[in-house]
């Protein structure tokens, strides 16, 4: 399906821009009038992590005339993997401020927009209201679910994207003209079923791969050429290297978009609606959660404690906490790791951010172990805490 231009083209391009675009102006499918729609376009990235960076840079190069950055987060080490928009002496500065500096470097011609804060149900609907368009760069559910619901209430469309190791998938929402985000997902995943990047971990150049298919759908969708992606999903796997598109029909009875909505504003609480952690993992972890520094104590203390580690092989060997012996997840989740557990030491689980543990906590409490704990926070606890020198991963 086309669609009509989502952007009205701007009066003219300087002598600047039709030296600098030239090459897009001489597709006629761009041409001039897609050039200036581009100058007119006022387009958020949400995240300059794995997506945004790409989607960023690229968004930059092609003159979308205005580009706005949202992110609080601060370049970590770790992030130079894949977020190319970082260098190395950006390290330790806000997100959103060394994406503007590298966009200004590529187009000086443009206006970056940057805002230096969490997207939250206070602002984002005043954010995106200052654009035409959103490019959803963000990892987790909660944001997910709500960069959805403000674009729908807003009546703006956005480009989906999303990531995990090998496997990349994404989008075009905009309920208007096809489904939503809640169509394709009317629920968000129970807690610990689906690993986040930073537990599982995402080939680098992934992000690229998925991240400029975003803002090709991005400039189509405001210039008004080709088939946008709206009503279909990418599905693109990188160790196969396919790329297949599957159809995705808008619910009727979607409790945003249908005909009969039951959500006509925000929710109040998105990380509650996408729930961190099970009812039953909380409800075990409550009163059941020491500090990685008790555990350091502990253990220089001689206490009789089993620590278990319930991350990937992987990870653990990435980075472990001296002592704790490995048990992934799946052997708490099938059964087979409480027969490992001895009965006569106190149980303490870990993971990496206290999530996992937490279910595993639930249930092996169930099995008797009354008295066992997790510690929260996890390893990444560990090393903010106990031992710094430790790789954060
Ligand atoms: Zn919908």
């Not at 960076?53 to 987060?73: C, E, H, K, M, R």
């Not at 500065?93 to 500096?101: C, G, T």
């Not at 939503?180 to 610990?192: N, T």
């Not at 998925?210 to 090709?216: D, E, T």
Request: aromatic share 6%; hydrophobic share 40%.
């Amino acid at each position: 399906m086309s669609l009509p231009p989502l952007v009205e083209p701007a009066a003219e391009l300087t002598v600047d821009e039709v030296r600098r675009y030239s090459r897009h102006l001489i597709i006629p499918d761009v041409g001039m009038a897609g050039q200036k729609r581009l100058k007119n376009a006022k387009v958020l990235c949400v995240g300059a992590g794995g997506l945004g960076s790409p989607a960023l840079l690229y968004l930059a190069a092609a003159g979308v005339g205005t580009l706005g950055v949202i992110d609080f987060d601060v370049v970590d080490e770790s992030n130079l993997q894949r977020q190319v928009i970082h260098g190395q002496s950006d390290v330790g500065r806000p997100k959103a401020e060394s994406a503007a500096a590298s966009v200004r470097e590529i187009n000086p011609l443009i206006d970056v927009v940057v805002h230096n804060e969490v997207l939250t149900t206070e602002n984002v609907m005043e954010v995106f209201s200052q654009y035409d368009l959103i490019v959803d760069g963000t990892d987790n559910f909660a944001t997910r679910y709500m960069v959805n619901d403000a674009a729908v209430l807003l009546g703006k469309p956005y480009v989906w994207g999303s990531i995990y190791r090998f496997d990349g998938q994404a989008s075009v929402f905009w309920a208007e003209h096809g489904p939503c985000y809640r169509c394709l997902y009317p629920e968000p995943p129970p807690p610990g079923m689906v690993p986040s990047c930073a537990e599982g971990g995402v080939l680098g150049v992934l992000c690229a791969s998925i991240g400029s298919i975003q803002v090709n759908e991005a400039i189509k969708v405001l210039t008004g050429i080709g088939e946008p992606l709206v009503g279909r999903l990418m599905i693109y796997d990188a160790l196969e290297m396919t790329y297949r598109s599957v159809k995705v029909r808008k619910d009727p009875e979607c409790v945003l978009c249908g005909k009969n909505p039951t959500v006509t504003e925000l929710l109040e609480d998105y990380e509650a609606f996408c729930g961190a952690v099970s009812a039953e993992a909380q409800e075990a972890a409550s009163g059941s959660t020491i500090t990685a520094a008790e555990l350091k104590s502990w253990q220089d203390a001689g206490e009789n404690v089993y620590v278990v580690d319930v991350r990937e092989p992987n990870e653990y060997e990435i980075v472990s906490i001296p002592g704790a012996v490995l048990i992934p997840k799946g052997e708490f989740l099938n059964g087979s790791a409480l027969e490992r557990l001895p009965q006569d030491k106190k149980i303490v689980l870990h993971c990496k951010s206290g999530a996992r543990s937490a279910e595993c906590l639930a249930i092996v409490k169930n099995a008797g172990f009354s008295d066992a704990v997790h510690v929260g926070g996890g390893v990444l606890s560990w090393i903010k805490t106990v031992d710094p020198s430790l790789p954060a991963y």
